[in-house]
T-cell receptor
Framework: DAGVTQSPTHLIKTRGQQVTLRCSPK?????VSWYQQALGQGPQFIFQ???????QRGNFPDRFSGHQFPNYSSELNVNALLLGDSALYLC???????????FGPGTRLLVL | GNSVTQMEGPVTLSEEAFLTINCTYT??????LFWYVQYPGEGLQLLLK?????DKGSNKGFEATYRKETTSFHLEKGSVQVSDSAVYFC?????????????FGKGTMLLVSP
């Protein structure tokens, strides 16, 4: 039973560029959440997708956007990258109406 | 709003020592509480959870009890191993219109020496 997978594992971008991160949820899960984890900090909630719609959003600017596909996989897009966007981006999957989220290994983004 | 406060680390212990990592929370209503563990260079793994007051979550020798009266969910283990060295995150989950999101503490690093 495959767990949550994310790609790529590492990414280096320069300021102003755009980036797309990808996530495949755990088998049987239908809800995907994205979190940003800065170095030495706890993860911060970005947004959550269910049935291809954004259902909840944390305190992140509109430069952060996402998408969920019919197969429940998801993308996180960040436009106009800033140095402060450098972080580990974590994807978590769950079943709607349940609280337990399972995390992927993350994508480490470095913005130069 | 919701928040989680954890004791600052690093916590440095010798193998077989007793571990306590303190966690307190602020939330309206009755959140569910979680402990996640992050090994170096990896994502988060669910360690244990508790969904209501006085519940005890346990896994791999770790345990934590949901204390509503003190709004706490302290993590304990009777005898730590070197392989337990990692960062531990306390988190709460609040449901909103059928959707739940996690609020994390800043994490506590545990270093266990042989």
């Amino acid at each position: 039973d495959a767990g949550v997978t994310q790609s790529p594992t590492h990414l280096i971008k320069t300021r102003g560029q755009q980036v797309t991160l990808r996530c495949s949820p755990k088998s049987g899960h239908d809800t995907v959440s994205w979190y940003q984890q800065a170095l030495g900090q706890g993860p911060q909630f970005i947004f959550q997708y269910y049935e291809e719609e954004e259902r909840q959003r944390g305190n992140f600017p509109d430069r952060f956007s996402g998408h969920q596909f019919p197969n429940y996989s998801s993308e996180l897009n960040v436009n106009a990258l800033l140095l402060g966007d450098s972080a580990l981006y974590l994807c978590a999957s769950s079943l709607k109406l349940t609280e337990t989220q399972y995390f992927g290994p993350g994508t480490r983004l470095l913005v130069l | 709003g919701n928040s989680v406060t954890q004791m600052e680390g690093p916590v440095t212990l010798s193998e077989e020592a007793f571990l306590t990592i303190n966690c307190t929370y602020t939330a309206t209503g009755y959140p569910s509480l979680f402990w996640y563990v992050q090994y170096p260079g990896e994502g988060l793994q669910l360690l244990l959870k508790a969904t209501k007051a006085d519940d005890k979550g346990s896994n791999k020798g770790f345990e934590a009890t949901y204390r509503k009266e003190t709004t706490s969910f302290h993590l304990e283990k009777g005898s730590v191993q070197v392989s337990d060295s990692a960062v531990y995150f306390c988190a709460l989950s609040k449901e909103n219109s059928g959707y739940s999101t996690l609020t994390f503490g800043k994490g506590t690093m545990l270093l266990v020496s042989p």
